[in-house]
């Protein structure tokens, strides 16, 4: 940890962070705009509604989700807890309950039409926050974490605990109350291509100007 904050350089955390803060506006906006959520905002949905908390207490309850799941990752294999894991977790909270504010101020009523708006704005911060993170390659988040702590203990291929981790968050989430709509079945789909190809952009963008990112 100490070796990764020597090397690592201001701009590549300040742009992460940055991309934290999109993605937790999109889960934010994707939740307000009652669509369903993506298969990681269904959990924090879930728990919200088991605790009998407001929606403006969702940021609030994705901060105690990931700290637990931090903790677990910690207490697993604590060498998948690094400088991105903090980056991402530390802003979270307040980007999600900033995301709700901001859905409130920009969409004028939450009849059909603004609401599919709505989550369109949520999927694209969503896609472009995780694009930014990943691309500065400075580790992972704690959902993330659980996932290749299993896919260590479980000998299987990243890929295949992925999707079945993403499945059991996505029932789970419902289970506990979590809104599960046409957004969580599209995210699913549509997260890995849009991310994917968001990076490449990025990457693309920075080997142009000569800026090293990695």
């Known amino acids: 940890m100490r070796e990764q904050l020597r090397q690592i350089k201001l701009w ?3 742009f992460a962070a940055v991309g934290i803060l999109l993605v937790g506006t999109g889960v ?4 307000r705009a009652a669509l369903g959520n993506d298969p990681i905002g269904i959990i924090y949905d879930g728990v919200r509604n088991a605790a009998n908390l407001t929606a403006e207490q969702l940021g609030m309850t994705s901060n105690i989700v990931n700290i637990v799941l931090l903790v677990l990752v910690f207490l697993a294999d604590r060498h998948y807890v690094n ?5 991402y977790l530390i802003p979270y909270g307040f980007a999600v309950d900033l995301g709700g504010k901001l859905y409130q101020a920009l ?5 059909l039409p603004f609401q599919i708006l709505g989550a369109f704005i949520g999927c694209l911060l969503l896609y ?3 694009a930014m993170f990943i691309t500065m390659d400075m580790g992972v988040d704690p959902f993330t974490g659980v996932v290749l702590v299993l896919r260590d203990r ?3 291929e990243y890929r295949k605990i992925k999707v079945i981790f993403d499945l059991c968050m996505m029932v789970l989430g419902f289970v506990l109350g979590g809104k599960l709509g046409v957004i969580t079945i599209l ?3 549509t997260a890995g291509p849009c991310i994917q190809a968001f ?4 990457k693309k963008f920075f080997e142009s100007r000569g800026i090293d990112y990695e």
């Open 28 to 31: 934010a906006f994707n939740a």
């Open 154 to 156: 479980l000998h299987m």
């Open 107 to 111: 969409i004028p009523a939450q009849t």
């Open 199 to 202: 990076s490449g952009l990025l």
């Open 187 to 189: 995210t699913a789909i």
């Open 128 to 130: 472009v926050g995780v």
């Open 12 to 14: 590549k955390v300040i």
């Open 83 to 87: 400088l991105g894991t903090f980056i």
